[in-house]
């Protein structure tokens, strides 16, 4: 005799709930029989199997939508194809997963032996997360350029040191000015760099005293203070204040920068740097090829232009005098496929649709492949001269 099952025992022989059995009934994964008189649901065991592919489908990450089509309409091919895109996108979870347990590891040691009312913690929360993408930011330029050692080299010819100075690096991370111009710093020239505990600022701590402890750096040339920009008191005068890619993680920036005016010595200055608008427009371009409608990406790019608008305006409000220069960076993509992901990256607002039409655009891309056998983009990087009077 056939066996058969209601909906409350499928449910309990599958571990789910007959809410969920009544919602994939809807999708058209799972369709009952039904007693013609009652119209009472009954499963087969037929049914019992495909309720297996459809929660071994749900373990591998997949939408009920993609079940719907693994399940019924793809060959072979397509059913791989759609195997490798899921593959791609749980790594991208993935990725995105650990970036979140690096933070929470932070906010771990931010509690310990230290007490906090909820908002204070919620602000070093926030500082940790933000941190946490400026990290990622680097890691990207790094992987797809030679920088940063050009960029630590640009920004440092630019600061024009000189010996017995005192320099402030406001957010110091990874310390990429420093370690790729070690060997350049001239005699008695004392660097303070500020930054949190529980970013890449601890690496750049112990190189320090590596470098130290190999006497290839006078003890003391490079000192470390613990705290958020926005809250620590500067109370020395310094000749130059480096602030790297900072700005965009400041809530008040007029008020820091009048903190940096007033702690600038006579003809002192403030380098400050962040990313321009010239990796957008090659994107875009790029994409404006390929997409028939670019609004989101339009929108996008306006809004862009405000901000860094708004970023410039700060600074002139402070400072006397502010001077632009700006910083070439080219970006290699050894395949079409890490040439997406970078352009997914940087577009969220098409992501969406770039990705459902993931194989026609890989060809596109692939179309645009330089001589050399590499996919390549352009971006510029503005550095900011800024004086307490004219220079």
Known sequence: MKQTYT?????????????????????????????????????????????????????????????????????????EELLLAQKRLLERKRAQLDSVIACVERAVEECKGNEMDT????????????????????????????????????IFEQAGLTEGMCVLDAGAGYGNLWRYNLSRLPKKLRVTCIDRH?????????????????KELAKGQISFVWNDLELIKISEKYHCIFFNHVASFIQDRRKL?????????????????WGGLLLFENVTGLLGDFLEDTTPLDAKYKKQVSVLRQYETELYDIFGKVEQRTYLTKLHFATAEEYMDYILQVCKPVEAELEQRRNEFLAFLQSRKKGNGQYEFVRDTYLYCCGREEM
Not at 132 to 153: C, F, I, N, T
Not at 198 to 214: I, S
Request: aromatic share 12%.
């Open 257 to 273: 920068y009048r903190r940096f005016y007033d702690s600038l010595k006579e003809n002192g200055k403030l380098i400050c740097t």
């Open 198 to 214: 529980n970013t890449h600022a601890d690496d750049f701590f112990e190189y320090v005293k590596e470098k130290e402890n190999a």
């Open 7 to 79: 909906i409350g025992e499928l449910a309990q022989l599958a571990g789910v709930s007959a809410k969920t059995l009544r919602v994939y009934e809807m999708k058209g994964l799972l369709l009952p029989e039904r007693n013609k008189e009652n119209r009472y649901r009954s499963y087969t065991e037929e049914a019992v199997r495909r309720l297996e592919q459809i929660q071994l489908m749900k373990y591998l990450g997949f939408s009920l939508e993609q079940i719907a089509v693994f399940l019924s309409q793809y060959e072979t091919a397509g059913r």
């Open 119 to 154: 908002n204070s913690f919620l602000q070093s929360l926030g500082s940790i997360v933000k941190n946490q993408k400026a990290d990622e930011l680097v890691w990207r330029l790094m992987k797809h350029s030679y920088e940063p050692r050009g960029w630590s080299e640009f």
